[in-house]
């Protein structure tokens, strides 16, 4: 009958009622919700006040039996002699006669003397203060995890205070709400960390209202932040200062239940005309319905990836929207053919990427001699940059194809710029490493590249066929981390050595327990001493952290300090370092051993100016008692902003040392640049040293070396009385090592510092030279 939907959906709604039905639903509700709500208020208000005149008699009886008792002579007696035994009597009667479940004397000193565990205790300061400034105060005290409404009264003669006091408990609420007409809550709250209900642990979920109600200064009852209660909050009078408050509740639901009836002839008369409306609009609504059903079955086609075009047999906007419809299917078609493409292709190179060799090793035959090699074309990132990009594409495209050739109809594909991943079947791991080596003779022949001859090179990481559930995703990363293992081995082929792999995801795992083991104390430090042969005494160690795993016992540093470096949790070691260095360092210092501390800097921090911040904040206090420890190579990939960093450190008294001097690249020219004061010879030369003459010349060079530019030396790894007096005779500064002491924690470290004989025995081997048999065998047992 009309032509445009508009008129359609305007006819369709304008003789729609619900609209009518709703306000005055919607107004018989308001109405009687805010009544009823009224009601509520009113019968919080009363309670509350009810709750605190029954509160002011109980308090007002409990101050008249402590009154009384404080009259008695016979305790004041007993108060001015500090008679305990009689006034833990007189108290026990008091309690008895008065039905109390607290009672004790406070003294003039703010002791407590009671029959209880808190005897001869001081009083909570909150209770001390409201004793000195009334003469009988009153109100809620709280004692342990009790509350208890309690009065005080003064012994005559300014003996002390007698405090009475009755436990609150729920047995008391209930009788408040008994006298209710209506369902009201009634629950007490303390505030310790938190509002909380009386004898719970956790904060009630009401903690943040309950502070926003008592803030005002007019009581009045609110909506709790759920919208399902009324609430009314009552400050309490406290002795000691603790925050209590009455919370009365009373739920909605309860308010507008005596008016369920009213609600329900209302939705009857709203559902009898729903079903009048349904009836009276049915035909009307078949003519829009049913082109909106063709188009709905089109669309659930489109979902599952048919292309099926709609025909809507009439004039209007449907018609109209069914045209869109037929030209957005063939567009999605055609763009869906593009995305399919880009999807399984790299858009270089335009091979099979990474997703295409998933999906092809998915689907391969006979997967248990299925064998994938992943390809990589070596000193790639530098050919590139010597060809440019568009020649490196067709780089990795000729080598695809050639694969192609190699390999016909087998899944390829592109795993990265430089890898290109192909299946190939196999009988064993000699049948996959002679095809690999026939796939490196023939990819390694010279290619043609814009008519330019170019020879390449490859490295081949194979991975073996796939296990029971394992997917071929995992297989292409266990053939990428093979050519990562050829690579590092120097090796042109490589079969996946799962042993060098480790377990990936148990290390992460230790990250996260590590974390948790700096807040435990499963991780600790323990201090090596260094042993100065200029002062002939120990005035230096170095911090050294440690790991007593749970489960695993102890764990060596050399496998999660690389690995917290690795995944960016060195941060957090050091951080945690050198805060546990510095109360190591007072506690030295206390002890009468004012130590200088060493700790090892990683060489990722060196290049994080927030580390240096936080570094210079925790050792300001003492920063010439610290030493920095530093290898010559943490300076290699940042030079300038690392040594601007080192120079701040030594600039705000902090000394540094160059650590493991000799194990790796040694530079002099980092030598000289940075603002070092001591330098550490690596132990594999010291451990040596008597043994092996060309060490010994090293070490003796390095020394004079180092003092030449004004540094200390620390020998590492001293562990014979023979490279210890060795040692000394090359005019070595420090020496450290099992033969000075095995790493120890502070007390262990202040009795090796105590120890004379362990003291003189290091003075008479750097004084005579190498020790005697008879000498060693007096040595201290722990050096």
Known sequence: MFRRLRVKLTVLYAGLFCAVLFVIGATAYMAISGNTQRLAREQLASMASVHQQMSALRLQRLHDNAAHTARLPALQQAAAEHDQTAIRALLNDMRARSGAELGFFVTREGLIVGDDAASNRSVSPGLQIALERNAAPRGLLSVGANLYEAATAPIPGNLGWIVLGARIDAAQLDSLQRLSSTPVDAVLLVNRNGWSRLGADTVDELDAFVDDTLARRERRTERTPDKRSLAFVQPLPSLDGTRSALLLQYPLSNALSPYGALFSTLIGISLAGMLLLIAGTWFLARSITQPLSTLEDAAKDLQQGLYNTVLVPTKDELARLGESFNAMIQTIRERE????????????????????????????????????????????AHMRGAIGYALAGSLLRTLGARLARLVPNA??????NDTLGVAFLAADDTDAHKRARALVGNLEQPLMLDEQELDVTVTIGLAQPRLK?????????????????????????????????????RNLSLMGEMRRALETGDIFLAHQPKYNYRSG???SAESLVRWKHPTRGLISPDLFVPMAEETGHIRALTDWLLQRAVADQTALSRAGWPLTLSVNISARLLSDADFVRSALNIVRGAPHQFCFEITETAVIDNPKLALEHVELFAQNGIRIAID????????????????????????????????????ALLVRSTIDLAHGLGLEVTAEGVETPAAFALLAAMRCDLAQGFLIARPATVDELIAILNDQRR???????????????????TAPQSA
Do not use: C, W
Not at 361 to 378: C, E, F, K, M, S
Not at 760 to 777: F, H, L
């Open 759 to 777: 003291l003189r025995y290091y003075q008479q081997t750097a004084a005579s030279g190498a020790t005697g048999p008879q000498e060693i065998e």
């Open 337 to 380: 053919r593009k995305i399919t493409q880009l999807a399984y292709h790299d858009s270089e190179t335009r091979l099979p990427n990474r997703l295409a060799l998933e999906r092809r090793l998915g689907a391969a035959q006979q997967p248990d001699r299925l064998y994938l090699a992943a390809v990589g074309v070596d000193r790639f």
């Open 537 to 539: 005494r120990i005035d």
């Open 411 to 416: 899944p390829m594909g592109q795993l990265a």
């Open 660 to 695: 493991d001097y000799g194990s790796g690249l040694s530079s002099l020219a980092y030598l000289k640049q940075l603002p070092a004061h001591e330098l550490k010879i690596d132990k594999m030369f010291v451990e040596t040293l008597t043994a092996n003459r060309r060490d």
């Open 469 to 505: 559930g394992e997917s071929p995703s995992e297989m292409i990363q266990r053939a990428s981390v093979a050519l990562d293992q050829a690579r590092t081995a120097g090796q042109k082929i490589a079969m996946f050595d799962k042993s060098a792999y480790g377990d990936p995801a």
